[in-house]
């Protein structure tokens, strides 16, 4: 049986490795760039980003796995480079981060507002009030009267660091050891929720998670809300890919001019609950998001949309 010529198994070898090349090319195009968002808890509960991710997964081919965490922890994740982006709301933690250089181009995308809810019988005798210091007041003395108690997620996210703020102003660092009516769950958002349904007790609360759980928490009722200071804004960050080279700062990027892009900010306003819209978006509304805390967005905005 005559052998096959040199030259043909040459060809035959060059034809196989060209298939293969292509190939290999082939799939390297089919794969999905992967991100790392580092997020606050509320984003997840609400339900938002069930909703928004498939959508923006399906425009831009990036693949986008999420890490649940109260804001602090979510930063924190970031500076230590185990995620790209974050998507948090907490003004002196965000600002913090970028001050640093582990973030960079904080711009706002949405709000919504925190309220105080509460026990149907409301014994500290705060509905209706707009100021939530004072209700934290009352709060505090119908506590230390052993008639009330007060669930605090103390978890260094977003939602903890107002409380703080706010028991602050009252001279106050309320602790578990020290106040037997103050609890600290070390939980997020929605078992915060359903610990003060079962305990009927106090606590603070993003107005999106309250709305996704209203149906289940049948001891509670919306108590405070309307203060200023309860304003909920949220900031993507991106990481500063000079501190995390090997992050995927090309995908964060597109992730970050999604959310911000008149069809990402249609779609945060698309979302609603019961016939609520549960974020309010802001990317675009720079006068509203200077208000909110951004008085760099028109500048941030330029920045995005100069990125291809």
């Not at 509960?45 to 109260?70: A, M, Q, T």
């Not at 913090?96 to 014994?123: C, L, Q």
Request: proline share 3%; net charge neutral.
């Amino acid at each position: 049986m005559k052998k096959p010529s040199k030259i043909l198994i040459a060809f035959i070898i060059l034809a196989v490795a060209l298939v293969s090349v292509l190939a290999y090319e082939q799939y390297l195009g089919s794969q999905k760039s992967v991100i790392v968002l580092a997020t606050t808890t509320s984003t997840v509960d609400s339900g938002l980003l069930d909703y928004l991710i498939p959508r923006f997964e399906n425009k831009c081919n990036v693949e986008v796995h999420v890490l649940s965490l109260g804001t602090g922890e979510a930063i924190e994740t970031a500076k230590r480079g185990d995620a790209d982006l974050t998507l948090v709301h907490s003004k002196t933690l965000e600002l913090n981060f970028t001050d640093s250089g582990y973030g960079i181009h904080r711009v706002g995308i949405m709000y919504n507002d925190f309220i105080i809810i509460g026990p149907t019988d409301d014994p500290a005798g705060i509905n209706g009030l707009t100021n939530a210091t004072e209700a934290f007041k009352r709060i505090a003395s119908t506590g230390e009267a052993g008639n009330t108690r007060f669930i605090s997620r103390a978890d260094k996210s977003g939602t903890c660091t107002l409380e703080l703020k706010i028991w602050s102003q009252l001279k106050m660092t309320p602790s578990n050891k020290t106040l037997a009516w103050y609890v600290e769950a070390g939980a997020g958002m929605g078992t915060v929720l359903r610990m003060t349904n079962e305990m009927k007790a106090y606590t603070l609360t993003d107005r999106a998670t309250w709305v996704t759980y209203e149906s289940q928490l049948t001891n509670m009722v919306v108590l405070v809300q309307s203060d200023k200071a309860l304003l909920n804004p949220y900031a993507i960050i991106l990481v500063n890919p000079d501190k995390w080279p090997q992050r995927n700062h090309k995908g964060a990027l597109t992730f970050a001019k999604y959310m911000i892009s008149e069809g990402g900010q249609t779609e945060i306003a698309g979302y609603t609950k019961e016939g609520k819209m549960l974020f309010i978006p802001i990317a675009r509304n720079v006068t509203l998001a200077n208000s909110l805390g951004f008085p760099n967005q028109q500048q941030e905005l330029a920045w995005y949309d100069s990125q291809s």
